[in-house]
């Protein structure tokens, strides 16, 4: 017999993800993204994230169900992302979850949205060695998780003590004039730039934690373009994008093997919105060729937030024989 079909629902923030995975095979992945909206505001707007969540949800499903050639009959469980995130947006999937699960007579999962960013590297390079250390890097998290196995322990080693590394970029991008949100500006100018060019501080570099901080240096780098301004010396914007990028780079990949080493273990993922960024990806890959360690960093859709890795959550609680969740789960925005 087939595995089952798992419907995952993600809303946690601008993003309204459905996904559709039998396994580690991904049948259907569709995103809605209200990004557009909250571009002119410099960061996404709750009220305007739910409704937006609200209006793309059924279409969305619908759509995924249209593209896995599939109907709503063939759903065997639904997951959805329980939090954290924004309260109102993480209510509009959790609610269409228990509808469709009510209304199809399957049992509902209700799953951690970090647990599920690491999850979703299974639709792409299969089985999770475990342990495996994740790092997980996006507009709203910045952790360092140590994961014996990603259905039901995932330990946290540290995060962010004030910006997350995403939220860090789009700052930056702001002070540099670009749109939002900016991590994707800032690689692409980067580019053009060195990254040696500017010596900007690392926080939390040499603390011994595995934690982070990226509040002084994006104070630094806004400091260091109004001194410019203020002398009427032009912004050498590419220089400033990527002496910002190495800093961020730097400290996120030494943290990641730091709690390789700390915890023994060989297995590196990396994943979340900033994963997307050419510089992470090429350094990680040489620091851990030179530490010995296997990386793994699914493709950039599957790191920005989206429905399939809820799917892969889910489906992977199924087959670990997981309870189900009841259906008065209630969303939970701070969830650990
Ligand atoms: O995971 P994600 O889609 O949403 C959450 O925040 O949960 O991550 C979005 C974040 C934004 O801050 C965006 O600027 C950043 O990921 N990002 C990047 C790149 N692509 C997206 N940051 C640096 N370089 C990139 N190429
Ligand atoms: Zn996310």
Known sequence: PDEPLVLGIETSCDETGVGLVRGHTLLADT????????????????????????????????SALRKAGLRFSDIDAVAVTAGPGLAGALLVGVAAAKAYALGLGVPL?????????????????????????????????SSLLLVPDVAKDVISLGSTVDDAAGEAFDK????LGLPFPGGPHIDRAAVEGSGTAIGFPRGKY?????????????TAVARWVEAKQRAGE???????????????????????????????????????GVAANSRLRSLAKERCEAAGVRLRVPRP????????????????????????????????????
């Open 109 to 141: 999962y209700g799953v951690n949205h970090l647990a599920a960013h690491v999850a979703v590297d299974q639709l792409e390079h299969g089985p999770l060695p475990k342990p495996s250390i994740a790092m997980l890097v996006s507009g709203g998290h």
């Open 206 to 218: 040499d603390d011994g934690t595995l934690d982070f901080s990226f509040s002084g240096l994006k």
């Open 172 to 175: 930056v991008a702001r002070v």
């Open 301 to 336: 859709g599957l790191c920005t937030d989206n429905g399939a890795m809820i799917a892969a959550l889910g489906a992977e609680l199924v087959a670990s024989g997981a309870t189900a969740s009841r259906l008065d789960i209630p969303a939970d925005s701070s969830m650990p």
């Open 31 to 62: 995103v809605a993204s209200s990004v557009e909206e909250h571009a002119r505001f410099g960061g996404v707007v709750p009220e305007v994230a739910s409704r937006a969540h609200l209006e793309a949800m059924t279409p969305t499903v619908e």
């Open 234 to 272: 032009p912004v050498p914007l590419a220089d400033v994008a990527a002496s910002f990028q190495e800093a961020v780079v730097d400290v996120l990949t030494r943290k990641a093997l730091q709690a390789c080493r700390a915890y023994d273990v060989q297995d590196l993922l990396i994943g979340g």
